[in-house]
């Protein structure tokens, strides 16, 4: 079992910057895949970005050049940093874990709010 657990949300100013982080608790398996997704409001939740263990990562095309993610496999730790954010970020940012053969595991979600 995996529990999630985000921080680092908040209210920013557009062209400003945030740093999400999500601490998971439990085993981590070098397979697994940590990713970011957000769901804002009357949306589908998207997937943002994503990164092996081994540092391979994949983003969404709304986000390259502007978000970062990386990952520390000691502390079992994702984070996302978030630059040059624009309101149209604004959403509900939630960790994932893709872990083959299960349903993966979700975080609570963080709110990022980007005013104009």
């Known amino acids: 079992q995996v529990q999630l657990v985000e921080s680092g949300g908040g209210l920013v100013q557009a062209g400003g910057s945030l740093r999400l982080s999500c601490a998971a608790s439990g085993n981590i398996f070098s397979s697994d895949i940590m990713g970011w997704y957000r769901q804002a409001p009357g949306k589908r939740r998207e997937r943002v970005a994503e990164i092996t263990n081994a540092g391979s990562t994949n983003y969404a095309d709304s986000v390259k050049g502007r978000f970062a993610i990386s990952r520390d496999n000691a502390e079992n730790t994702v984070y996302l940093q978030m630059n040059s954010l624009k309101p149209e970020d604004t959403a509900v940012y939630y960790c994932?874990?893709?872990?083959?053969?299960?349903?993966?595991?979700w975080g609570q979600g963080t709110q990022v709010t980007v005013s104009s």
């Open positions: 994932n874990v893709v872990r083959w053969a299960t349903n993966g595991y």
